[in-house]
């Protein structure tokens, strides 16, 4: 079998600047901060299996996952913003840390499948990305490449979690606030740009 090296690179670097393992870094370190270290482990597995097990989901059936239920990828990408956006809101005015200290070890709010699996690791844009990318290069081969190279940019993204307490403890717990509100702008900015990308492309606002 050829390995086509050209395709290779593409899917790659698509899907690494698409998923941003050292953009999610940070913001891991924010949604788990005071989470107990096996916990975080737990929640770092769980997150980028979610995250896999969502990609190889669309990768093998395209669109035709959300066709089948009725709902557009433009729709899923302002659904995506807007819970999102009540993210950013919660990061903002610490109202997880508030929300945490009020439960115990065993019951506190996961952030594993939402916000981490969904929509960070498999947004709407990897979900594009490994639809155009089988598209790209149909068959088993182009199915099984873009499976391995959504695999490997998501072990960088599992490596960089389980790294993720160093970099806490580098920051301290002033710095994690001030990265904590920092990262809630820039979601809240990510979230109104998924919603205005879905909504550039419903024909009333197209154009």
């Known amino acids: 079998m050829i390995i086509d090296t050209a395709f290779l690179i593409t899917a790659f670097v698509t899907m690494f600047v698409v998923i941003d393992p050292i953009g999610l870094a940070p913001l891991f370190v924010a949604l788990t901060q005071g989470v107990p270290e096996r916990q975080r482990r737990s ?7 979610m995250g ?10 395209g669109e035709a996952v959300l066709g089948f239920i009725g ?8 659904a995506g913003g807007i819970l999102l956006f009540l993210t950013a809101l919660d990061m ?11 439960q115990s070890d065993d019951d506190y709010n996961d952030p594993s499948v939402f916000p981490l699996a969904i929509p960070l690791i498999s947004g709407p844009g990897a979900i594009a990305s490994v639809i155009l990318l089988t598209g790209q290069k149909p068959g088993v081969e182009g199915l099984a490449l873009v499976l391995a190279i959504t695999a490997l940019v998501l072990g960088v993204v599992l490596i960089l979690f389980l790294a993720s ?8 717990k002033t710095g994690i606030t001030v990265v904590t509100r920092l990262l809630g702008m820039l ?16 024909a009333p606002f197209a154009g």
């Open 71 to 78: 709902i557009s990828m433009p729709a899923f990408r302002v």
């Open 52 to 61: 896999m097990a969502i990609l190889v989901a669309f990768a093998l059936f």
């Open 187 to 202: 979601l809240a900015a990510l979230s109104v740009q998924f919603v205005l990308d879905g909504l550039s492309n419903f």
């Open 92 to 102: 903002l005015f610490e109202r997880r840390t508030k929300r945490r200290e009020d």
């Open 43 to 49: 929640i770092a597995l769980r997150a980028c299996g």
């Open 165 to 172: 307490g160093l970099l806490e403890r580098a920051l301290g």
